[in-house]
Each structure stands twice: as structure tokens, then as C-alpha cells.
């Protein structure tokens, strides 16, 4: 889950690409990173913390040209050093720039395959760099640089990389590129500004940085899909590998911002629908229930709360104030961090929980660390019973594909029964949206799309090859004291501000 952004324009775009990021700053707050190109050199910018501390004045102003990509990172593989904020770069062929968003589920074979065979020196532990390294390899191998022979190389980089991946490169003297896995697991739109002298261009993660900067949302990147920005800010489009779309449905649970529209779902309908099928649930399967209330936990609840609560005929009201300078706790590397960050970030008002029986609506429960925090804060608030319900089915399963879930024994639910994780939380009641209604909330907005990645919940891994060796090997890496360790100083070279 990170946010990445391209665009080919008339004049500079270091502030509408700054602009970008910080709209999808909710995608990822451990580093970011930009590069643009004035034809004769890169200017790369990128280090740890939130757009808006990363780039001060001086930065921008040395970030010229008129094409560019982004990126905001959340650590799913790798580390938090600022080794591996991206973009990433590598000289040759061409000179070549990608930011990437999701997870290579065939790293491993990837490195050994990049340093053994096609002799390229990898620079850190993150997949973002395979990928750019597999991307050079197969244009190195090509006789020319052009539209059909940078098709020709992402053609056969789908056919070497597996997992889940959008992505946008540069290529100096070229253009910009965007492309994703057969699958579309994650998300990409493309979007175009109509100026005076002609379209400029833009790739998003979600549709909602386009809406920003005045592009109209053009489409999503197909499955398997290449599109291409060159110098000229011409498109063109190519299928490299044809699949099956399956997008994300955690994206539209939690992820993106309910402004956004992706595949052609709109977020806030699709959690409305959440909503509104979570409280049929209740009515029937809870008839005769004494909910006094519903409560959001803020913030990406709050339309499926609004929706269940007009079901059910129960008011709506907020019961919890968010501050709004604490970052999401879900993506914060370790539990210790998480765990101290609740209650700094939610505050009770007493009026609304004092004396009644609440029922608290959350888009998920993960790891449950949070839910339990909430849950004692509305019995000291006065609640008389505190009533839980989760939009999305139990977390059961690792994500491979570039959301941290990695380690089953850190999902709540995980070899336990709804009652038993009830238990754990401290909850008087505990219900989940089913995962046929989560799939029918979201098949209602589009019926186009007929399959989503849902893996987490079902175990249903579309790429293939996922068993228990390969879990294991992921609990090994990406548990959070494994993460820990690999946060310390780094000995990388610093081309963060470099003038390449």
C-alpha cells in the first residue's frame, strides 16, 4: 500500500507532483520521494517522513522539468530506512526512474536470478528495485528505444515477475510509463488536464490526486496492461499479458479515500453498501437487539456506520474525536508504536456513550489492538454494553500482495472463532460483514468487475504459489521485531538529493 504518482506536462511539475502525494499521503507516511527530468539529467528528492517534511523550498526548486514521478511509501517489504524511500534509479540503459506499489510474491528467485545471470548489482532489500532492474535488463536487451520495444520489455517483464504490482517508470528522453499485473490487484488510473498547448498526462494511485490537479480520469491501467506518456505527450496503449481483473477489496475497504473511484467503484458507495448489507445482517440474524446507538471508529467507518444505523432505524452519532495529526495506526512499523498511539488519537465524548448500549462500527479488525483500546475507552466513557462490528470478514490470512498482514499469528482472528476473538477484545457482541455481502457491496457499484483478491479473508491467492514454506519465509522477514533489526543506521549510499 503506497502511493505513486507520474505525469508528462508543458512546464515544470514538482508542485503538482508534491500536490499529488500529499493527497495520497493516507498510503503510505514512511517516506517519499520525487524525481522529475529536464531531458539532460534526473533531480531526485527523497527521505523518510510525510511529504510535507521531506520537501522544503530549496528541494523543489532544484526538482526541474517537465516530467516526473512520485512516490509515498508504507514499508511491506524491506525496512524504514531511508535507503529504500523510492523512486529508484538505475544509469543503464537509458537512465531509468520507477516507483512502485504492492509486492513481489517471487522476490527471492528475482535477486538470485538479477545477480547471478543478468549480473546486476542489487542495492537494498526492497522488491521496488527488482523490479526497476528487471525492467533495464529487458530494454538493454532490445535493439532500440521505442514504443513497441518498451512494450516488448514490460511484455517480458510479466512474464518473469509474480505477485501484485503497479507501477510507473521513467526512461530519460523517453517518457513515462505505467503498467499493472495481469491481476490489477493494486490500483492505477490515468488521467488528462487539457491546456492550451496541448494534454498533459498524469498516473495516480487513486482518482482523487487527478480531481485535485484539475486531470479528468481517463481510465484505470488494465490487467496486464502498459501505457505509455512519451516526450511528445502522446498515449499509447498496449495489453503486454492478458488476465483477469481482480482488484483489491481491502482498497475499498480500508486503503484508498472514499473520494476516489477505481475500476470503476466508487469508495464512499461501495462502504455505503458495506454498511447497509452489515445491518440487514443484524436485523436478521439479531431481531429483537437493544442497540441504542451507532458509533464510527473514525475515520474510514464512518459511511458504512451512517448506512447500518439508517437499517437498523438507530441514531447515528459520533462518539469518538479523532486528532488529526496522528498518523493511521495500521500502517505504523511495530505493534509497541501502535499500541501507544490510540489513545493519542482518539478521545471519547462521554454524552453520547454514558448509560447506553453502543454499538461501535469499524471498517476491520486486524491485529485487534486498536478495537480493544476503543472498547475500554467507551466503558470508562459509561457505556453500559459495548457492541462491535467489523464492515470486512475476519482477517484470517497473510497478504502477499503489498499490505502488511504478513505474520498470521498478529491477525486476531486467525485459528479462532468469531466468539473467541469477541472474548479478546472485550466486546458484549461481535459481528462481521460476511464475505459474500462484502463482495456483493462492492460487484452492486460495478457488476463489470466480477472478481476481487480477497485473500485475507478466503486464503484464495489468485497469482499461485503461495504455501505454508512461503509463509513461513514471509513471518521470518517481516515480523515486527525482523523489521526492527533492519531499521538501523544504513551504510547505502545517499543519492536522495543527487543530481543525476
Not at 509474480?162 to 523517453?174: K, P, Q, S, T
Not at 490537479?213 to 499479458?241: A, S, W, Y
Not at 454499538?359 to 485487534?368: M, T, Y
Not at 478466503?458 to 521485531?481: P, W
Amino acid at each position: 500500500m503506497c502511493g505513486i504518482v507520474g505525469m508528462v506536462a508543458q512546464a515544470n511539475v514538482q508542485q503538482d507532483l508534491f500536490d499529488a502525494l500529499t493527497v495520497l499521503q493516507h498510503r503510505g507516511q514512511d517516506a517519499a520521494g520525487i524525481i522529475t527530468s529536464d531531458g539532460k539529467h534526473f533531480f531526485l528528492r527523497k527521505a523518510n517522513g510525510l511529504v510535507r517534511d521531506v520537501f522544503h523550498l530549496r528541494h523543489m526548486e532544484r526538482l526541474q522539468g517537465h516530467m516526473g514521478i512520485g512516490h509515498a511509501r508504507y514499508p511491506t517489504a524491506g525496512s524504514s530506512c531511508e535507503s529504500e524511500a523510492q523512486p529508484f534509479y538505475v544509469n543503464s540503459p537509458y537512465g531509468i526512474t520507477l516507483a512502485h506499489n504492492g509486492n513481489l510474491t517471487n522476490a527471492s528467485a528475482l535477486r538470485e536470478l538479477l545477480t547471478n545471470t543478468y549480473r546486476r548489482h542489487i542495492n537494498t532489500h526492497s522488491d521496488s528495485e527488482l523490479l526497476l532492474n528487471i525492467l533495464a535488463h529487458e530494454l538493454e536487451m532490445l535493439p532500440d528505444l521505442s514504443v513497441d520495444e518498451v512494450c516488448k520489455a514490460v511484455t517480458a517483464l510479466m512474464a518473469q515477475v509474480e505477485g501484485g504490482y503497479a507501477a510507473v517508470a521513467m526512461i530519460m528522453n523517453f517518457g513515462v510509463i505505467g503498467f499493472r499485473d495481469p491481476h490489477a490487484i493494486r490500483p492505477l488510473v490515468i488521467g488528462v488536464r487539457e491546456t492550451e498547448q496541448g494534454p498533459e498526462y498524469m498516473f495516480a494511485s487513486e482518482s482523487v490526486a487527478l480531481d485535485t490537479l484539475g486531470f479528468t480520469l481517463i481510465d484505470d491501467v488494465q490487467p496486464g496492461e502498459v501505457v505509455i506518456v512519451d516526450m511528445n505527450r502522446k498515449l499509447h496503449r498496449h495489453i503486454c499479458q492478458p488476465g483477469i481483473l481482480s482488484p483489491c477489496a481491502f482498497e475499498f475497504v480500508y486503503l484508498a479515500r472514499q473520494d476516489s473511484v477505481m475500476d470503476g467503484i466508487s469508495v464512499y458507495q461501495s462502504r455505503l453498501n458495506m454498511g447497509d448489507r452489515l445491518g440487514k445482517q443484524i436485523l436478521d440474524t439479531w431481531p429483537n437487539h437493544d442497540i441504542d446507538v451507532v458509533i464510527p471508529i473514525p475515520d474510514t467507518s464512518r459511511s458504512a456506520a451512517i448506512a447500518l444505523a439508517d437499517r437498523l432505524k438507530v441514531p447515528f452519532r459520533e462518539g469518538f474525536v479523532k486528532n488529526r495529526y496522528i498518523g493511521r495506526t495500521f500502517i505504523m512499523p511495530g505493534q509497541q508504536e501502535r499500541k501507544k498511539s490510540v489513545r493519542k488519537k482518539l478521545n471519547p465524548i462521554v454524552s453520547e456513550l454514558d448509560g447506553k448500549n453502543v454499538l461501535l462500527v469499524d471498517d476491520s479488525i486486524v491485529r485487534g489492538t486498536t478495537c480493544k483500546q476503543i472498547i475500554q475507552m467507551a466503558r470508562q466513557a459509561g457505556a453500559k454494553k459495548v457492541y462491535f462490528a467489523s464492515a470486512a470478514p475476519p482477517v484470517l490470512y497473510p497478504n502477499v500482495y503489498g499490505i502488511d498482514m504478513p505474520v498470521r499469528e498478529e491477525l486476531i482472528a486467525h485459528g479462532k472463532t468469531i466468539e473467541q476473538v469477541c472474548e479478546k477484545i472485550g466486546a458484549d457482541k461481535l459481528i462481521y460483514q460476511r464475505l459474500e455481502d462484502l463482495i456483493g457491496a462492492l460487484h452492486d457499484v460495478n457488476p463489470a468487475v466480477e472478481h476481487f483478491e480477497a485473500s485475507v479473508f478466503d486464503g484464495k491467492y489468485c497469482t499461485g504459489k503461495i504455501d505454508e514454506a512461503y509463509f513461513k519465509n514471509l513471518e521470518q522477514e517481516r515480523n515486527d521485531s525482523a523489521k526492527a533489526k533492519r531499521n538501523g543506521p544504513s551504510s547505502v549510499i545517499d543519492l536522495s538529493n543527487a543530481v543525476i
